[in-house]
């Protein structure tokens, strides 16, 4: 099985990972990824997260045939959440198999990667103090600036 999705709840794990099974394949690998309390030196208190849904969805299922066309026989799962999350909470979830693990491996980081860097996803950290601020999460920061990013002058 393979697919992408953008979730507004909670990430049921072991139904994305037994969703992989496949008596063909020998290995599995996933990602995971939190939020967590401390950024930039900033006590953190969540995050929040507007996705752009539709191209989101067709962005990721692109990037995941481009992991199966790269790495071969795979089957891959990429899920990212949407809406407001609170420490601890999954954001993103990435799991694929494969018959060997180097392929399950590398078609991980490829698709974690490409998520990261090309999905219309931004994120507002939500800060300990009661402030909030845009960072840069993919290819943009502030979904409110037309996609100027705030960190534009930060390498």
Not at 31 to 44: P, S
Not at 99 to 115: E, K, Q, S, T, V
Request: proline letters at 5%.
């Amino acid at each position: 099985m393979s697919g992408f999705s953008v979730s507004a709840v909670g990430l049921d794990v072991p139904a994305l990972r037994s969703a992989l099974q496949n008596p063909a394949h020998g290995a599995f690998c996933a990602f995971e990824g939190w939020v967590r309390n401390r950024n930039d030196g900033r006590d953190v208190e969540g995050l929040e997260y507007e996705v752009y849904a539709a191209l989101a969805q067709s962005e990721g299922e692109a990037i995941l045939a481009e992991a199966r066309e790269r790495f071969g026989d795979i089957d891959a799962i990429g899920v990212h959440r949407s809406g407001r999350l609170a420490v601890g909470e999954l954001a993103v979830w990435v799991g694929v198999s494969s018959p060997h693990r180097d392929a399950a491996f590398g078609a991980c980081r490829y698709i974690i990667d490409a998520i990261k860097h090309r999905l219309p996803v931004w994120k507002k950290e939500l800060y300990v103090e009661g402030d909030s601020e845009w960072v840069v999460c993919s290819h943009g920061g502030n979904p409110h600036s037309h996609g100027a990013s705030p960190h534009a002058d930060h390498p």
